[in-house]
């Protein structure tokens, strides 16, 4: 089944998609409202426009922009940047399926792992990525900046 252009049971229209310039507003709105220390809107349009090595997805509901997820290539690996989901949309397998569509440009490119670092505090994420088959390899202390948290460094084989 092709995550583009599901239906969900309550008939919103979800649909998965590369991001665009024209999605940053909406990009930086979630990510201000999801991370402590958030990216600068010129460091997503740089993402899109200019960094040859990014890759962007976000997830619309009807046709609204309502989260995201970018990695990096890095030879035939891909590290993720960030992934985010607006609140008031969080619990609802959304950010499933932009996992989910992370994987397969992995396969469909032939990558062979993705890397991620992830606050050791933030569980919910953690959880989410062990469910993909992350597995914490190791610890960047003081990498946050903002909180001087710890940093689990995830890894997952393809």
Known sequence: MS??????VDTNVIELRRMTVT??????????????????KEAFVNEVVKNQLA?????????LVVGYAGMWTVVDELHITNVAITPD???KGLSNR?????????????????T???????????????KYGFKGLGVRKGYYQDTNEDALIMWKEF
């Open 3 to 8: 995550l583009n252009n599901i239906k969900s």
């Open 23 to 40: 999605d940053v507003d909406s990009v930086f709105e979630i990510e201000t409202l999801s991370f402590k220390s958030p990216w600068t």
């Open 55 to 63: 890759v962007y997805f976000v997830v619309t509901l009807d046709a």
């Open 89 to 91: 949309q969080r619990g």
């Open 98 to 114: 932009l996992m989910e569509r992370l994987f397969e440009f992995a396969i469909e490119n032939k990558f062979t792992s993705m």
């Open 116 to 130: 991620l670092e992830v606050r050791t505090t933030n569980a919910v994420a953690i959880s989410l990525y062990e």
